[in-house]
């Protein structure tokens, strides 16, 4: 089946690391884009940026460059969103998505189920 | 404040058509074709338009997009209590180097 499965819910405290994961199957890992989308209590959706797998090829969201960091594991067919000091404001629903084909552009036509990020002192 | 625009809000009655607008530049939709996302409480996102006006599969014909300069739109058709949904458009950028989501539009169907 081809999926998408986002690791568990997570809570933590500001200034933490965190990796949350987003495991593919059902199609070649390494030929379509994987992105992340952020949706904070109450507000829309957020692009945080994408990568592909097959050469690690990664662009950021302007808002979210340099506070996250977007990774892929060929080998794991898994991709990772991570966060080295975590804030308050990190507190979301995070999803993972795949694109609609090889061709980089905003159509994401596979979506994980997200995961809920907490952070809390 | 979203690249991209979309009214906060958008409502109909069954069976009605509706469209909801996004307004953007020529660094996003005046570049790069228009996708449209359908988000319901308590779940995924779903790809409702893609490349502007294509209709995944398994997407009824009932929801249409169209693009036009800066400027795109959804249109619903034979509105269902099933549609009350937010719905997001969104588009690669040029100048960012990024793709871009409208602010989302929440559809009340009355």
């Known amino acids: 089946e081809v999926q998408l499965v986002q690791s568990g819910a997570e809570v933590k405290k500001p200034g933490e690391s965190l990796n949350i994961s987003c495991k593919a199957s059902?199609?070649?890992?390494?030929?379509?884009?994987i992105g992340w989308v952020r949706q904070q209590p109450g507000k829309g959706l957020e692009w945080m940026g994408i990568?592909?797998?097959?050469?690690?090829?990664?662009r950021y969201s302007p808002s979210f460059q340099g506070h996250v960091t977007i990774s892929a594991d060929k080998s794991f067919r898994t991709a990772y969103l991570q966060w080295s000091n975590l804030r308050a404001s990190d507190t979301a629903m995070y999803y993972c998505?795949?694109?609609?084909?090889?061709?980089?552009?905003?159509?994401?036509?596979?979506w994980g189920q997200g995961t809920v990020v907490r952070v809390s002192s | 404040q979203s690249v991209l625009t979309q009214p906060p809000s958008a409502s109909g009655t069954p069976g009605q058509r509706v469209t909801i607008s996004c307004s953007g530049s020529?660094?996003?939709?005046?570049?790069?074709?228009v996708n449209w996302f359908q988000h319901l409480p308590g779940a995924a996102p779903k790809l409702l338009i893609y490349?502007?006006?294509q209709r995944p599969s398994g997407v009824p014909d009932r929801f249409s997009g169209s693009k036009s300069g800066t400027s795109a739109s959804l249109a619903i058709s034979g509105l269902q209590s099933g549609d009350e949904a937010d719905y997001y458009c969104a588009a690669w950028d040029d100048s960012l180097d990024a793709s871009v989501f409208g602010g989302g539009t929440k559809l009340t169907v009355l």
């Open positions: 998505m795949r694109s609609l084909s090889m061709i980089i552009s905003g159509a994401f036509d596979l």
């Open positions: 020529s660094s996003n939709i005046g570049s790069n074709p």
């Open positions: 059902g199609y070649t890992f390494t030929t379509y884009w």
């Open positions: 990568i592909y797998p097959g050469d690690s090829d990664t």
């Open positions: 490349s502007s006006n």
